[in-house]
């Protein structure tokens, strides 16, 4: 079974600051997908950045970007210049092919317990 | 245009009612899932969809019940409610297998068993 681990329940960071929340998973498979999601209080779940496995080149999404450790099934989120508004739930989550049926291919997301950051003024 | 949207955003019901919650997207997805958000924030998944046929039940007891009249709908049916059922129930899509995949959530309905 799939396990996704977020090592850090609560973070803190000064505005402006750098950050960065850690995330491992554990799978056999060699295609799969990485995400981080963010949950502000509004409760509304927003994809942050998004990896494919099979692509080396970390991706990088204006001041997020993610250390993608493929060996060591790792997938850390940096937050550059941290903004009041990136206080919120951050999950890690991982998709992965499931199986493939009359309706085409099937996939299942799993998630992380979640990092709570705080950015402080 | 809301991309998944789900009905209704809070539910509040006693003990042993039934009820449902909708969900709809218009996305094209061939995929759709439920979750469950406790209070501790962890989300599980409970079931998934994919053309209208079930995929993934995750030892969800019998009184959930998801029905998919079609694949751009997959709607949440909870029998004799029971307190610990109250969390935040969120849909989602995706469509996997492409680049750009990623699952497109609701905004969540906050159930709450009283």
């Known amino acids: 079974a799939q396990t996704v681990t977020q090592s850090q329940p609560e973070m803190s960071v000064q505005e402006a600051e750098t950050v960065t929340l850690s995330c491992t998973y554990d799978t056999s498979e060699n295609n799969y997908y990485l995400f981080w999601y963010k949950q502000p209080p509004s409760r509304q779940m927003i994809l942050v950045i998004r990896?494919?496995?099979?692509?080396?080149q970390n991706a990088t999404e204006n001041r997020f970007s993610v250390n993608f450790q493929k060996a060591a099934k790792s997938f850390s989120l940096k937050i550059s210049d941290s903004q009041l508004g990136d206080t919120a739930m951050y999950f890690c989550?991982?998709?992965?092919?499931?199986?493939?049926?009359?309706?085409?291919?099937?996939?299942?997301?799993?998630f992380g317990k979640g990092t709570l950051l705080t950015v402080n003024p | 245009d809301t991309a998944v949207s789900q009905t209704p955003k809070y539910l509040v019901t006693q003990m042993g009612n039934d009820k449902s919650i909708k969900c709809e997207q218009n996305?094209?997805?061939?995929?759709m899932y439920w979750y469950k958000q406790d209070s501790k924030k962890f989300l599980k998944i409970m079931f998934s969809?994919?053309?209208?046929?079930?995929?993934i039940n995750e030892t969800v007891p019998n009184r959930f019940s998801p029905k998919s009249p079609d694949k751009a709908h997959l709607n949440l049916h909870i029998n004799s409610l029971e307190l610990g059922d109250s969390a935040v129930y969120f849909c989602?899509?995706?469509?996997?297998?492409?680049?750009?995949?990623?699952?497109?959530f609701g905004q969540g309905t906050r159930l709450t068993v009283v």
């Open positions: 989550a991982f998709m992965k092919h499931l199986s493939v049926t009359s309706g085409g291919s099937n996939y299942k997301l799993t």
């Open positions: 989602a899509s995706s469509q996997g297998g492409s680049g750009d995949t990623e699952a497109f």
């Open positions: 990896q494919e496995a099979y692509k080396q």
């Open positions: 969809y994919n053309n209208k046929e079930l995929i």
């Open positions: 996305l094209g997805h061939d995929t």
